[in-house]
């Protein structure tokens, strides 16, 4: 009898949905809420799918729903969600002195972000390394701001959790007030720290080795990095001084020129996957709400703890449809031609998260939710953004299912997922003969 054996993708997409499982479990227990009172399933596994899938959405206010326990199951899965169930893993193989077998060293190309199996424990130890660096940093300089406001246990608590919530890009916050970071709009080691910590986590593990082994040598890096690096410094330069022009007379109106420019820049970063807040989304003008459409599409770096069609993928797209505009065959960057399969490979992967988006909004929708509140759902869902329009909490149950669907799909990849599900097919010995078509 033939030996049934789960390949790479199979294994990411299963062990997510088992972290999934075990911490809607865990958030059922009636020692996990306040009052004692077990939460309905359904939503702790909603939950649990929000802080495993890093993104946000949450249909109860965490503080004043879940104890301690509940907040540190949260925690856990947020980390866990972050790095990938396979880096945690590994950083218990090593430090049990056990051996890395090469299903797991596949498991773990998928998971960091590898380009290839060779290294790729010593690249797992790194980002297990600058994770602890940039979280405990982070939590050591918020603790500057929330222990003298909430006492030392207590914010010490609340500075570790917003600390491993941003680097994660996961968006789940302590404050107990509904509204995110709204309240610390005005506080600047908060904002910076935050959006530090979301950006670090969100450039991904490939291009911190790269630093960490060239430094600022840039023409050393690997392409991917350059990329990554230029084009997620161009977005946020520019979405921030959108944002500003948009929303200095609008929801900005009104306050400080400093506070402005930071709530801007705040935007611009957690528009990318992130999820914390410092202005109410539903106040922004339909100019902006567009914005942040392309922002959360875009996403963070591959292989980080964010999600979105990715920065790199959607640059990739942008520089062959340049080449193709002038009539070049090749897409050229940084002295260096991209691969045709990276470019096709680009093009699937977009496309099947537009499908699975679009389908997802296309539920909303069926189920009485207007088109921009559901589009801006289901493109936080699948980009594990994790900003809402306030709509989170009312929607039907089966708008529920179809936004954690696409949250998980969003974590682990709808093309992973796709190919997950789907049998592998070798490639044939004789191929058809190509014929072309129109396009454009």
Known sequence: MRQFRLNAVQTLTVGFALLILAGGALLTLPWASRGGLSLAFPDALFTAASASCVTGLTLYDTATQFTIFGQAVI????????????T????????????????????????????QLGGIVRLTRRAL????????????????????????????????????????????????????????AGEPLVNLVIMVLIICGGLGFLVWDDLLTHGRDFRRWRLHSKIVTVFT????????????????????????????????????????????????????????????????????????????????????LLLSAFAQARRQEDVNL????????????????????????????????????????????????????????????TLPALSQWVVLLMMFAGRVGSMSVAMAVTKDRPQPKRRNVPEKILIG
Request: proline fraction near 1%; charged fraction near 10%.
């Open 334 to 393: 940084f002295q260096r031609r991209l691969d045709s399969g990276t470019i096709q490979k680009a093009y699937s992967s977009v496309s099947m998260y537009l499908m699975a988006c679009l389908a997802g909004c296309m539920v909303l929708c069926v189920q009485g939710i207007a088109l921009d509140d559901a589009l801006f759902e289901s493109l936080s869902a699948i980009g594990t953004v994790g900003l809402t329009r306030g709509i989170t909490s």
């Open 75 to 86: 925690l856990l899965l947020i980390q866990i969600g972050g790095l990938g169930f396979m």
């Open 129 to 184: 390394r600058v994770t602890a660096v940039c979280e405990g940093g982070g939590a050591l300089l918020l603790a500057l701001w929330f222990c003298p406001r909430y006492g030392l246990g207590q914010g010490l608590w609340m500075s570790v959790f917003h600390a491993v919530s941003a680097y994660c890009n996961a968006g789940f916050d302590l404050l107990g007030r509904g509204d995110s970071l709204c309240s610390l």
């Open 233 to 316: 410094l161009a977005i946020f330069l520019s979405g921030g001084a959108a944002f500003f022009l948009l929303e200095r007379n609008h929801a900005f109106a009104g306050l400080p020129l400093g506070q402005q420019m930071m709530m801007a820049a705040f935007q611009s970063v957690t528009a990318r996957t992130a999820g914390f807040i410092t202005v109410d989304q539903a106040a922004l003008s339909q100019s902006s709400t567009l914005l942040m459409f392309f922002l959360m599409f875009i996403g963070a770096g591959s292989g980080s703890t964010g999600g979105g069609a990715k920065v790199n993928t959607v640059a990739v």
């Open 88 to 115: 945690v893993s590994t950083l218990v193989s090593i430090l049990l002195r056990q051996r890395v077998g090469l299903h797991r060293r596949a498991v773990l190309m998928d998971t960091v972000g590898a380009l």
